[in-house]
T-cell receptor, first 116, second 111 residues
Framework: DAGVIQSPRHEVTEMGQEVTLRCKPI?????LFWYRQTMMRGLELLIY????????DSGMPEDRFSAKMPNASFSTLKIQPSEPRDSAVYFC??????????????FGQGTRLTVV | GNSVTQMEGPVTLSEEAFLTINCTYT??????LFWYVQYPGEGLQLLLK?????DKGSNKGFEATYRKETTSFHLEKGSVQVSDSAVYFC??????????FGGGTRVLVKP
C-alpha cells in the first residue's frame, strides 16, 4: 500500500478563496483524522471519522472549515473563505482498531497551506 | 480531559550523547501511550508504543516505559546519531480512537 496520500503537497492561495485539501486513507482503515500543525499551537486534531461518519468535530476552528468523507477511500477538508491565519500544515491520518494491542495511526506527508 | 505535556525544545546534542525527552500525561482510565517522530518535510511516524503499565516500548534504539505511578512515558536513547534529528511527539489514546498529542520536542544532533 502507498500509505496515506494527501494532495496537494503545497497550496498557496489568496485570502477569501476556497481551499480544498484531499486525502486518500490506507485501504481497510476505518478511521480517518484531520490534523493541523502550526508553530504556535502544535498539532491539533480538527475532526475524525469512523466508517465515513464524523465522530468528533470539536476541533474544527469555525464554520469556515468543513470536512466530508463520501466513501471509505476519500476525504476532503474545505476552507471557505480562507484567511491568512489558516496557514499551516494539514495532516491526514488513518488507522484501524486491532483486536488486540493499540491502534497505530499512519500519517500522510501533509499539505502546506499558505494564505496570502 | 486528556492531555499530554512534554518538555519544550529545542534539545541540542552532540552525536553519541544520551537523549531523554520527558512526557507526562493526564487521562481517565488506562490510556495507551505512543511516541511519534516527524522528520523534516514529512508526516508523523509511529516510533514506539506501550499499552499498559510497566510495558516498555522500543524501536531503533529508543525506549520508553509506561509508568502509571508517575503518569509518565519518557523517551530515551543511549547514543544519538545525526539522523535522529527530528521532532518527537508524545501521545495518548484513551477511550475511542482519538490520539491526544503533546506539543512536540525538536531534537537537533550535531556531528
Amino acid at each position: 500500500d502507498a500509505g496515506v496520500i494527501q494532495s496537494p503537497r503545497h497550496e498557496v492561495t489568496e485570502m477569501g478563496q476556497e481551499v480544498t485539501l484531499r486525502c486518500k486513507p490506507i485501504s481497510g482503515h476505518d478511521y480517518l483524522f484531520w490534523y493541523r500543525q502550526t508553530m504556535m499551537r502544535g498539532l491539533e486534531l480538527l475532526i475524525y471519522f469512523n466508517n465515513n461518519v464524523p465522530i468528533d468535530d470539536s476541533g474544527m476552528p469555525e464554520d469556515r472549515f468543513s470536512a466530508k468523507m463520501p466513501n471509505a477511500s476519500f476525504s476532503t477538508l474545505k476552507i471557505q473563505p480562507s484567511e491568512p491565519r489558516d496557514s499551516a500544515v494539514y495532516f491526514c491520518a488513518s488507522s484501524f482498531l486491532p483486536r488486540t494491542g493499540a491502534p497505530q495511526a499512519f500519517f500522510g506527508q501533509g499539505t502546506r497551506l499558505t494564505v496570502v | 480531559g486528556n492531555s499530554v505535556t512534554q518538555m519544550e525544545g529545542p534539545v541540542t546534542l552532540s552525536e553519541e550523547a544520551f537523549l531523554t525527552i520527558n512526557c507526562t500525561y493526564t487521562a481517565t482510565g488506562y490510556p495507551s501511550l505512543f511516541w511519534y517522530v516527524q522528520y523534516p518535510g514529512e508526516g508523523l511516524q509511529l516510533l514506539l508504543k506501550a499499552t499498559k503499565a510497566d510495558d516498555k516500548g522500543s524501536n531503533k534504539g529508543f525506549e520508553a516505559t509506561y509508568r502509571k505511578e508517575t503518569t509518565s512515558f519518557h523517551l530515551e536513547k543511549g547514543s544519538v546519531q545525526v539522523s535522529d534529528s527530528a521532532v518527537y511527539f508524545c501521545a495518548l489514546k484513551a477511550a475511542g480512537n482519538k490520539l491526544t498529542f503533546g506539543g512536540g520536542t525538536r531534537v537537533l544532533v550535531k556531528p
